[in-house]
């Protein structure tokens, strides 16, 4: 990875994330606790067992990695992002595998804006049952510090 300082939060994931460019790194059941990166690095959430807290500098981007089976009608929605923190860049979708009905990730990526504090507030539902409770329901505690 050469001088670039990666630390993720890993719980219980299956698979690989690529880091520092093409390097890919293999994640088989690991469990671990850490929060900051150097250079231009996202900070990546693998799993929806990760929630917590983490920290940023203005200007670093977030990663938000979580698994959704989408052939069964459920996905995750941003519920509520809680101020001016961070601000939402993108959202994609990475397929788990190629055979039909495989889960996928759907990927948040944020920009952390300005100092303070914001819970993005993540829901897992089906859409179309919007009186329903979701599934899932997890909130990731974002402090962002000036530069």
């Keep these: ?30 469990t671990a606790w850490a929060q900051t990166v150097t250079k231009d690095q996202a900070v990546i959430v693998l799993d929806e067992s990760s929630s917590g807290s983490v920290g940023l500098a203005v ?9 959704a089976q989408l052939g069964a009608g459920f996905s995750w929605n941003l519920d ?11 959202e994609r979708l990475d ?7 495989s889960p996928s ?4 990526t944020f920009e952390a804006a ?13 859409p179309w049952l919007k009186t ?5 329901l997890l909130t990731f505690i974002v402090r962002v510090a000036a530069k």
């Design 80 to 90: 509520g992002s809680g101020g001016t923190a961070v601000k939402l860049l993108g």
């Design 59 to 67: 200007g670093r981007r977030l990663e938000i990695r979580l698994k």
């Design 1 to 30: 990875m050469g001088n670039a300082l990666l630390r993720l939060t890993l719980c219980a994931a299956v698979g690989a994330v690529t880091v520092a460019g093409s390097e890919r790194v293999s994640v088989v059941a690991v």
């Design 114 to 126: 300005a100092p303070g504090e914001a819970h993005l507030t993540f829901a897992y539902r089906r």
């Design 132 to 136: 329903q409770p979701p599934a899932k």
């Design 105 to 108: 990730v759907q990927v948040f």
């Design 95 to 101: 397929p788990l595998g190629t055979a039909e009905g």
